[in-house]
């Protein structure tokens, strides 16, 4: 099977020098530096321009120069994307195509002609048709998209043969979900444990996992080494989405759905794809969008607007230099970290909100001839959005709109479990535990043991991960399923037909 590894490296623009710092020498030094010392391995890099721009500004030179290398040697294939991280589907597509061109001309400017990319990411994985009009416009073969915008449904693709987005000579690659979520969740830390995982994907040819690249290093501490173990494996074959376009003759046309890497069923069924960055019911995100509508008017509508203006150097007037300014204010206000922070889903931030509505504030205040109303309008707003997440904050709402997204998980499994589901589950795992001491695996054995008394006392609620997810990073689900048909089974012939009393 070819492995497809994406990986999507960023860092907001206001990101403090110490925290960049920590970024580069617990994830991006290790990962380049591992993998110039394994010339077989692959992957696909999105690198956001204005990270580039930090990495080069501040001392981290070589972090660059490594890529650079890895693109010589054919261990590296980019990706084009948007320069601040902006939310596609929800801006104009002006604005989008913008952001992508800013993207392609910083990284231009640092790794030359190196950077040449075929296909392309939106920011979070984002997809709508304005995602498949830009990719086509601006050139790209290929975008990666979530396996959910299939039809909105898990599990539901073949990874044997190419997708085509309906209605464009556009490419749509597929990250299965299942096995990103595993390695980057870090629910088995083993190189050998994860190809194992990745070897059940029967039937399946290929395999695209996409993850953010600050996760291995950064956010879980090791798991740089596990990342650079799997790609080292002989057993594993690693290619690049250009290589694999050209390995498979079968094409399936399709309509992608809205959506992005961190859409569930649910949120595409209730057609509230985005709502970790729009949700209609949040009222901070309504006040939030109407003050990046006013930003943008602004800055468009006004007779200072001189070119494109994608860099400050660029020769101006005088006069128009107010507007220049409120203009670079804008693309870096789009970032989608403010929205993400606003959605109390379980993420909440009062300090990146106020950092987001006050640079789109201080943008439209900055346009010359922006229209009194609109600036009054922003400046109020600002406020409103502030007070509002204050009380939010205060009155305890935060904390009950966050914890509703997660009030499942304090359903013990066996009040939640299906006809079957919750019997099987102990005897697997029964049968882990016995399996695991006989190879002299105590801890997992123990582990295996304590998750059976948890199920049984009800406690399961207040695991981390809960035992379902972690086993799946290391047995074959399929004996699950027929031991719960099993049990199904044994329910219906002994089930009278009439409901307990």
């Known amino acids: 099977m070819k492995w497809a590894c994406f990986l999507h490296i960023y860092q907001p623009p206001n990101q403090s020098k110490d925290i960049l710092e920590k970024v580069v020498n617990e994830s991006y030094r290790p990962i380049f530096r591992g993998l110039k010392k394994i010339p077989r391995a692959k992957i696909i890099l999105n690198i956001s321009a204005v990270l580039t721009e930090q990495l080069y500004e501040n001392g981290y030179k070589d972090v660059v120069d490594d890529i650079i290398y890895l693109v010589k040697q054919g261990q590296i294939e980019f990706t084009g994307s948007a320069k601040y991280h902006a939310f596609i589907p929800l801006i104009p597509k002006s604005e989008a195509m913008r952001q992508v061109k800013l993207n392609t001309k910083a990284n231009k400017k640092y790794f030359g002609d190196f950077y040449n990319p075929k296909g392309f990411f939106s920011p979070e994985m984002s997809y ?31 990874f044997n043969k190419l997708y085509k987005i309906k209605g464009f000579d556009v490419l749509a690659f597929f990250r299965e979900k299942r096995t990103s979520n595993l390695i980057m969740g870090a629910v088995v830390r083993s190189s050998e444990k994860i190809a194992k995982a990745v070897g059940r994907e029967n039937g399946k040819k290929y395999l695209l996992t996409a993850m953010d690249g600050e996760t291995f290093g950064h956010h879980r501490v ?261 031991l719960v048909s099993k049990y199904q089974k044994e329910y219906k012939f002994i089930n009278s037909g009439q409901p307990e009393r």
């Open 128 to 158: 709508s048709p304005k995602v498949a009009e830009i990719a086509q416009e601006l050139g790209f073969k290929w975008v990666i998209v979530d396996e959910i915008a299939y039809n909105g449904k898990l599990d539901q693709l073949k």
């Open 222 to 482: 090791g798991l740089d080494k596990v990342l650079l173990d799997l790609l080292a494996d002989p057993n594993v074959e690693t290619v690049t989405l250009s290589e694999l376009s050209s390995c498979y003759n079968e094409i399936e046309e399709l309509t992608p759905k809205d959506s992005t890497w961190a859409s569930s069923e649910k949120d595409i069924f209730e057609g509230n794809s985005f709502n970790l960055w729009f949700d209609k019911n949040n009222e901070i995100h309504r006040k939030e969008w109407e003050l990046t509508d006013i930003a943008i008017r602004a800055v468009n509508d006004s007779k200072y607007k001189s070119g494109e203006g994608l860099f400050p150097s660029e020769s101006v007037s005088s006069s128009a230099s107010p507007w220049l300014h409120a203009r670079n204010l804008l693309d870096q206000a789009l970032h989608s970290c403010h929205y993400w922070w606003a959605s109390a889903n379980p993420w909440w931030s009062i300090e990146m909100i106020e950092e987001g509505i006050f640079n789109l504030w201080q943008c439209v205040i900055s346009v010359p001839d922006a229209d009194t109303k609109d600036k009054e309008r922003a400046g109020k707003l600002y406020f409103e959005i502030l007070l509002l997440a204050h009380s939010w904050q205060r009155t305890g709402f935060v904390k009950e709109k966050s914890g509703s997204s997660y009030r499942w998980k304090k359903i013990p499994f066996v009040k939640r479990a299906t006809t079957g589901e919750y019997k099987a589950l102990l005897e697997l795992l029964e049968v882990e535990e016995k399996k695991a001491a006989k190879r002299g695996e105590y801890e997992q054995a123990i582990r295996w043991r304590d998750a059976r008394q948890k199920l049984k006392n009800h406690t399961d609620v207040y695991d981390a991960v809960h035992v379902i997810d972690q086993l799946r990073g290391f047995i074959d689900f399929s004996k699950y399923e027929e």
